[in-house]
């Protein structure tokens, strides 16, 4: 069985601007990789890349070569990515829960709170290893940060997802605590992968590291008046019936025109009312 969120029901009140940025970034980035020759995106990948051996080691490469000092790495890796998969995996969640977290925070403290939970993935999963010589890249250790938070501010928000068993689909609604735990769950399932294997793969402990990062710092960044765990919103009830796909077609419809207006109203500005002249000019 495999299930994949699609979108949440969780609508904000304003376009979120740096998850919307974080997503252009990754996404320009990843072009620029996909021109490079196979040598060159290799090396990019370690220039670039969270290198735990040249980290903690001081292990370096070539001196002309290295194009950001080591302690860098641990932001430029979190806009690197291999491959398509990887690419789509990672924009998709962010743009599903990045606007509720970055409207939590306010832009200035979600930078800081997404960055601060990048460089904990990446500890995280170096810690295993120190002297590892295995780039790590991806914007997976500050995401998983963001879902941590998510599950800590909206657990009953509701979250369309596609389910798929064998041939088989399903849409279903399910909250946000049962997709988010149940992602958390699998990374934690897989994790003993990441101490039997020298090689590359899927940073699972990065991401483990990261989500807990967003749980302990959610609290310090979100904005005073929010409070966390949906406190004053009505109990919700869960049936798991399947969804027809004319009511999430429907769903899909409403959620991307609220969006559509968001953006609409933060490009256009507010129209001033022109001053009435008095009899007298």
Not at 17 to 42: E, H, N, Y
Not at 87 to 107: K, Q, S
Not at 233 to 246: C, L, M, V, Y
């Amino acid at each position: 069985m495999f299930f994949l969120p699609l979108f949440d029901e969780n609508a904000t009140s304003r376009r979120p601007v740096i998850v919307l940025m974080l997503m252009a970034a990754c996404i320009t980035v990843f072009f620029w990789q996909q021109s490079l020759d196979d040598i060159s995106g290799r090396l990019a990948v370690y220039q670039f890349g969270f290198v735990p051996t040249m980290v903690f080691q001081g292990d370096k490469l070539p001196t002309e070569l290295i194009l950001v000092p080591a302690w860098a790495t641990f932001i430029t890796s979190m806009f690197l990515h291999g491959g398509w998969l990887h690419l789509g995996g990672n924009m998709l969640y962010l743009w599903i829960f990045g606007d509720n977290v970055e409207e939590a925070m306010g832009w200035r403290r979600f930078i800081l709170f997404y960055l601060l939970c990048g460089v904990a993935a990446a500890l995280a999963q170096a810690a295993i290893n120190p002297s590892s010589a295995i780039p790590m890249i991806g914007a997976s250790g500050g995401i998983a940060g963001v879902l941590g938070s998510y599950l800590m501010l909206h657990p009953k928000a509701a979250v369309r997802c596609l389910i798929v068993i064998l041939i088989f689909f399903r849409f279903i609604n399910l909250p946000a605590w049962l997709v988010l735990g149940g992602w958390i769950g699998l990374q934690f399932a897989a994790s003993p992968q990441a101490f039997q294997s020298d090689g590359g793969g899927v940073a699972y402990l990065a991401h483990i590291g990261g989500f807990v990062a967003g749980i302990a710092l959610v609290p310090l960044f979100k904005r005073p008046h929010i409070s966390l765990f949906d406190r004053g919103q009505p109990p919700k009830t869960w049936s798991g019936q399947p969804i027809s796909f004319a009511e999430m077609k429907q769903a899909a419809r409403m959620r991307f025109q609220h969006t559509a207006q968001q953006t609409l109203r933060s490009s256009v500005p507010p129209l001033k009312p022109k001053p009435r002249k008095g009899p007298w000019g």
